[in-house]
């Protein structure tokens, strides 16, 4: 199937209230374009260079996702235009995208990570650390950014029912959290293997590559 095939197919099974982040990361402009030219805007990337590079190639009504994770001194390349940073885990990374931010005029919005995988090497705060970041009077005082929602990976697994251990423990802490912040409206949980399943328990937003471009 062509990926306008493969897009349209997925977005059919979509709920109207979950957003779709085509995760366009190392396929070429002209793969994007037909995702574009089939109605797609978001897309995700996980290299800020690379997704500078296709900004400025690509049509102006495409909101950019940076879904990888991120170093601190690149984020100046993508501030300018970035719609919404996935994977924030800590409070210096948010100052440095508040100031970042500021020197565009601009608010950020960003997604919080949670580490939910039994997997050391996945990113993300505890259920105490996002706390007490957000208690934090640092915190507090980021004018340029605005936090809204959460983001986590479950697991690397076959095991669906420990995926799903993991989509509702992340769902139970955004729901907590949702209500001491009214901005929360983001839950992004799901990728091509588990989108169906992450929808189930919550998520307001999948990230999908592979069923949409093809493997890498």
Known sequence: MSISENLLSIKTTLPSLVTLVAVSKTKPVSDLMQAYEAGQRVFGENKIQEM?????????????????????NKVKYMAPYVSLIHGVDSLKLLEEINKQAQKNNRVIDCLLQLHIAEEETKFGLNEEELN?????????????????????????TEN????????????????????QNSSFNILSMGMSGDYQLAIECGST???????IFGTR
């Open 52 to 72: 500078t590079e296709k900004w400025e190639q690509m049509p102006k009504d495409i909101q950019w996702h940076m879904i990888g994770h991120i170093q601190s």
């Open 132 to 156: 007490e970041l957000l208690q934090s009077d640092i915190f507090k005082n980021l004018r340029n950014i605005k936090i809204v929602g959460l983001m986590g990976m479950a697991t690397f």
């Open 160 to 179: 669906q029912t420990q995926i799903k251990k993991e989509f509702q423990h992340l769902k139970a802490i955004f729901d907590t959290f949702k209500i």
């Open 205 to 211: 937003m999948v990230r999908i590559g592979s069923s």
